[in-house]
Nanobody, 124 residues
Framework: QVQLVESGGGLVQAGGSLRLSCTASGRTLSGYSIGWFRQAPGKEREFVAAISRSGGATNYANSLKGRFAISRDSAKSTVYLQMNSLKPEDTAVYYC?????????????????WGQGTQVSVSS
């Protein structure tokens, strides 16, 4: 069992930036591909970005390429989601998830463990 913990959410003005962090309580993330998903009120949870175990492969939702960047620090066993040029439509709860599948999976069912989420709110 992997307990994921997200942090770094908050309220920001449009055009601002936030960096989310994902760590595992009591263990390392090194054996997992990690993804970020988000869920806005009344909407389905959607894929944001993913990174492979080595960090050598990444995937992004097409609509977010160029504004969001995923990375991982193996020494800190932390995965980051840097979010720039934020828009009100980026407002959502952001979840990190861990997968045993190689590569950078993009589908929800490919992820076995999920965090509780962190709220990101972008004001206009």
């Amino acid at each position: 069992q992997v307990q994921l913990v997200e942090s770094g959410g908050g309220l920001v003005q449009a055009g601002g930036s936030l960096r989310l962090s994902c760590t595992a309580s009591g263990r390392t993330l090194s054996g997992y591909s990690i993804g970020w998903f988000r869920q806005a009120p009344g909407k389905e949870r959607e894929f944001v970005a993913a990174i492979s175990r080595s960090g050598g492969a990444t995937n992004y939702a097409n609509s977010l390429k160029g504004r969001f960047a995923i990375s991982r620090d193996s020494a800190k066993s932390t995965v980051y989601l840097q979010m720039n040029s934020l828009k009100p439509e980026d407002t959502a709860v952001y979840y990190c998830a861990a997968s045993l599948i190689f590569g950078a999976p993009v589908l929800r069912y490919e992820y076995k463990f999920w965090g509780q989420g962190t709220q990101v709110s972008v004001s206009s």
